[in-house]
């Protein structure tokens, strides 16, 4: 019995050493449409006031974008501060854009649409997140350069520690 369970679990232990890591990216550079590429919470702890962060995808293959629509979730309140919503490209450097509130949603308009090939990250400061109960879910929508409608791109969900 002793040695059937540790085959069993040596088995286990060398399968995982063949699962590709590139699982993970549900979406490649060769995508045709924007997308959530991920999200994290500074700092990962139990804090009443966090920074949240998306990070946006615009695959070689999409059309450039010209606005992000971020709805926060109710269980949130923020500063509505457009100052603390920051925008920049991977490397750390600011885009060009103008920010916005309505209620609880928050509005990105690019000085020029943001070409594709193209990852953004967008942080939120001052963000106060519930003690308990579900972990809030950010709706994330765009619209495409030459189009007028909003196109969802995914949501970012948070773990309420």
């Not at 916005?100 to 509005?107: A, Y």
């Not at 942080?123 to 579900?134: A, E, L, S, Y």
Request: charged residues 15%.
């Amino acid at each position: 019995m002793k040695k059937a369970l540790i085959c069993t679990a040596v088995s286990a232990i060398a399968a995982t050493f063949f699962i590709p890591v590139s699982y993970v990216s549900a979406k490649d550079s060769n995508g045709t449409l924007p997308h959530i590429d991920g999200n994290s919470q500074f700092p990962q702890t139990h804090w009443s006031n966090v920074r949240h962060t998306f990070r946006v995808h615009i695959p070689k293959n999409s059309p450039s974008v010209s606005q992000l629509n971020i709805e926060v979730p109710n269980t949130l309140t923020w500063s509505n501060n457009i100052n603390d919503v920051i925008v920049a490209n991977e490397n750390g450097k600011k885009i060009n854009s103008s920010i916005s509130t309505n209620g609880k949603s928050i509005l990105i308009a690019f000085a020029e649409p943001v070409a594709s090939n193209t990852k953004l990250e967008i942080d939120i400061k001052n963000v106060k997140q519930p003690f308990r109960g579900n972990g809030p879910v950010y709706s994330i929508k765009a619209k495409l350069a030459g189009s007028t409608t909003e196109i969802s791109i995914g949501t970012a969900r948070f773990r309420v520690n």
